[in-house]
């Protein structure tokens, strides 16, 4: 393993490890995981907050590359209930990893990409709206695959909010589990 993948593999185990901290990792904590000098952080990334916007985002894709399994795990399921598991699925890893999901959405937000996890959770969740809504035309159905991510996306990062005006602690899976379904029969009009 070179320098460089020392250095992101030190920094996922510390994300990991640190959960809901993140602001407690140091450089030199990085680096002495990593076996590496300390410039060679700032040599290979810029700073450590680049670093690890780098090492969330490999987090996260894992994550969505695990929805394009979603098939085999959802056999006999019809395409809203297909819909259902990958959100309550999407909404489960959001809140249980919130300090991680929180950096990725927010760096999706301020610089998109055209293959950031935003854009690649809008792909995967693209053919289960459509198996949904058969009746939609293409733009239809990216249009409401976007409301759909974006609602998800606004839920996870004002959850105070939002469970404050709803009358629900959207913190309880059983709660996002209702929440979710609700929108998205209002979302998709099924």
Same mark, same amino acid.
């Given at each position: 393993m070179d320098n460089k993948e020392a250095i992101i593999q030190a920094t996922m185990k510390l994300i990991e490890e640190k959960? *809901? %901290?993140?602001?407690? &990792?140091? @450089?030199?904590? &990085?680096?002495? +995981?990593a076996d590496v000098g300390l410039g060679l952080l700032n040599y %290979?990334?810029?700073n450590k907050d680049k670093l690890i916007e780098l090492c969330v985002e490999r987090m996260i894709n894992d994550i969505v590359e695990n929805f394009q %399994? &979603? +098939?085999e795990k959802t056999e006999g399921f019809t395409p809203f209930e297909k819909l259902e598991y990958l959100g309550n699925m999407t909404l489960d890893f959001l809140f249980? #990893?919130?300090?991680?999901? +929180? /950096?990725?959405v927010l760096t999706d937000m301020q610089t998109p990409k055209d293959n950031d996890n935003t854009n690649r959770t809008y792909t995967a969740y693209?053919?289960?709206v459509a198996a949904c809504r058969p009746d939609l035309d293409e733009p239809g159905v990216r249009r409401k695959t976007f409301c759909l991510i974006t609602v998800m996306q606004q839920m996870f990062l004002r959850y105070n909010? @939002?469970?404050?005006?709803? $009358? &629900? $602690?959207?913190?309880?899976?059983?709660?996002?589990? @209702?929440? %979710?379904?609700? /929108?998205? #029969?209002? /979302?998709? *009009? @099924?």
């Amino acid at each position: 393993m070179d320098n460089k993948e020392a250095i992101i593999q030190a920094t996922m185990k510390l994300i990991e490890e640190k959960g *809901e %901290h993140l602001e407690e &990792i140091t @450089v030199r904590e &990085i680096c002495k +995981r990593a076996d590496v000098g300390l410039g060679l952080l700032n040599y %290979h990334f810029g700073n450590k907050d680049k670093l690890i916007e780098l090492c969330v985002e490999r987090m996260i894709n894992d994550i969505v590359e695990n929805f394009q %399994h &979603i +098939r085999e795990k959802t056999e006999g399921f019809t395409p809203f209930e297909k819909l259902e598991y990958l959100g309550n699925m999407t909404l489960d890893f959001l809140f249980e #990893h919130y300090a991680v999901s +929180r /950096i990725s959405v927010l760096t999706d937000m301020q610089t998109p990409k055209d293959n950031d996890n935003t854009n690649r959770t809008y792909t995967a969740y693209l053919p289960l709206v459509a198996a949904c809504r058969p009746d939609l035309d293409e733009p239809g159905v990216r249009r409401k695959t976007f409301c759909l991510i974006t609602v998800m996306q606004q839920m996870f990062l004002r959850y105070n909010t @939002v469970s404050k005006l709803l $009358d &629900i $602690d959207l913190t309880k899976k059983e709660n996002r589990r @209702v929440w %979710h379904s609700q /929108i998205l #029969h209002d /979302i998709l *009009e @099924v």
